[in-house]
């Protein structure tokens, strides 16, 4: 069997925030932006990147779904209790100098992992957990 990943989700309650982040933060082109049924979908992916797509989505992405769901799902939102993607870099302490003088809200410093990376990890504007991690010995 042949697979490969194509598009990952996460969630976010200001597109346009996530916007200044993914795309003048960590570099992400913009590779769609749609709306339906009052909500809005911005799809991102790294230009090395160009077959892996991560969509900016509503927490609740479904028109069908009920308003209690709706206030569920932006709730474990807000708590950073939903999660968002592990991205891969060259050098995580750039990465990390980077994207903290950007702003960028420190959840973990770079540290080698017993696991073999080394990683850091930051919130996104809607509170998503963001990892980045270098394979070790690079």
């Given at each position: 069997?042949?697979?490969?990943?194509?598009?990952?989700?996460?969630?976010?309650?200001?597109?346009?925030?996530?916007?200044?982040?993914?795309?003048?933060?960590?570099?992400?082109?913009?590779?769609?932006?749609?709306?339906?049924?009052?909500?809005?979908?911005?799809?991102?992916?790294?230009?090395?990147?160009?077959?892996?797509?991560?969509?900016?989505?509503?927490?609740?992405?479904?028109?069908?779904?009920?308003?209690a769901d709706r206030e569920a799902m932006a709730e474990l939102l807000a708590k950073g209790l939903l999660r968002a993607v592990i991205f891969s870099t060259a050098d995580c302490d750039a990465t990390f100098e980077r994207i903290r003088a950007a702003g960028g809200e420190v959840l973990q410093e770079p540290v080698d992992q017993p696991y073999g990376v080394r990683d850091c990890a930051f919130r996104d504007p809607s509170g998503n957990m963001l990892r980045f991690t270098q394979a070790s010995g690079k």
């Open positions: 069997m042949d697979i490969n990943l194509s598009t990952c989700f996460i969630a976010v309650d200001d597109h346009d925030k996530a916007l200044a982040f993914y795309r003048d933060v960590l570099g992400l082109e913009v590779r769609n932006d749609v709306g339906f049924e009052g909500m809005r979908w911005v799809t991102v992916g790294a230009p090395s990147q160009p077959d892996v797509n991560i969509v900016l989505e509503p927490p609740l992405a479904d028109p069908n779904a009920s308003p």
